[in-house]
């Protein structure tokens, strides 16, 4: 079965960095774009950063644009998200998805069939 997992979160400062990772399993990884999300209690959840099956289209958030770095490795079956001067505003459950149809690629959270458990990141002094 399809399998997600991520990890890399952690409390991080004001300007740190954070690299999370998303471990997947049980699809033809290679075929499907990978999008990062994230949510804060009481609010909606949010995409972040999304790539393609071949990780030569990336696309990011206005709010994340020139501060994370999202990349992948189809041999290692793995999605990463390197955060760099974070902010506090950037504390929430990063969660990794899978897109729902093969070589396509959309940054619209609805096409995404499959979720992880999620991996908490706060920025706090």
């Known amino acids: 079965q399809v399998q997600l997992v991520e990890s890399g979160g952690g409390l991080a400062q004001p300007g740190g960095s954070l690299r999370l990772t998303c471990a997947a399993s049980?699809?033809?990884?290679?075929?499907?774009?990978m999008s990062w999300a994230r949510q804060v209690p009481g609010e909606g959840i949010e995409w972040v950063s999304g790539?393609?099956?071949?990780?030569?289209?990336?696309n990011y958030a206005d709010s994340v644009k020139g501060r994370f770095t999202i990349s992948r490795d189809n041999a290692k079956n793995t999605v990463y998200l390197q955060m760099n001067s974070l902010k506090p505003e950037d504390t929430a459950l990063y969660t990794c998805?899978?897109?729902?149809?093969?070589?396509?690629?959309?940054?619209?959270?609805?096409?995404?069939?499959?979720w992880g458990q999620g991996t908490q990141v706060t920025v706090s002094s």
């Open positions: 790539i393609d099956s071949d990780g030569s289209v990336t």
């Open positions: 049980g699809f033809t990884f290679s075929v499907y774009a």
């Open positions: 998805a899978k897109h729902e149809r093969a070589y396509r690629t959309s940054w619209f959270l609805g096409e995404y069939d499959y």
